[in-house]
């Protein structure tokens, strides 16, 4: 990739207006997203004994980012795929997101969670998926898989629409669970990693 022949202004320019344009599509998209399973995925979040969280790629990393701010509300949750993740049982709660909704490690896991009598909610952009079949609820995102290369859906490369809604849904339902719960930010605080 030869910079040279761009101009920091023409660079700064284009930063400036994709980032407009990353915001515009999750504000449009945010829009067209129905919340109406947010009360049942958020009760089942709540009343879990224990929370697993599975993604592939950039959706695992907003997904460990969700994990974190589980644990600093006080839960325990985990990463499936750690090396110190236990295993899942009834009354447990596996939280998945893919965007297609057929990676195979995934659906695996949803089988393995809905077998032992945990609860499996997800985040598809497939609502025809396997992924979606095997959840008790979901969060239908219409966005762009990662090997839709059209645009119709997103302007972005690949999935990333979807991997940042994944991120923005789960910041946004961890907000709400946090207002309703009221501990103080300093208390959560305590909870936060301190080895870093």
Not at 14 to 20: A, C, D, H, I
Not at 106 to 122: H, L, N
Request: hydrophobic share 45%.
């Amino acid at each position: 990739m030869d910079l040279g022949r761009t101009s920091d202004e023409q660079l700064i320019s284009s930063v400036r207006e994709n980032l407009k344009l990353i915001i515009n599509e999750n504000l449009r998209l945010s829009e067209k997203i129905d919340y109406s399973q947010l009360p049942a995925i958020i009760n089942s979040i709540g009343s879990a004994k224990t929370i697993f969280l599975i993604a592939a790629g950039r959706s695992g990393f907003a997904m460990r980012s969700t994990a974190m701010r589980l644990m600093h509300l006080g839960f325990q949750a985990y990463f499936v795929g750690d090396t110190t993740t236990p295993a899942i049982k009834e009354g447990d709660l596996l939280w998945a997101a893919s965007g297609s909704g057929t990676t195979a490690s995934i659906v695996r896991a949803a089988e393995t969670a809905k077998r032992v009598g945990a609860t499996v909610i997800s985040i598809v952009a497939n609502e025809s998926s396997p992924l979606a079949d095997l959840s008790a609820y979901k969060i239908f995102m219409p966005a762009a898989e990662k090997e839709d290369h059209g645009g119709s859906k997103s302007k972005q490369y690949a999935g990333s629409l979807f991997e940042q809604a994944v991120l923005l849904i789960n910041d946004a339902i961890f907000q709400a669970m946090w207002e309703i719960d009221g501990t103080p930010a300093k208390e959560l605080w305590k909870r936060h990693a301190n080895m870093e």
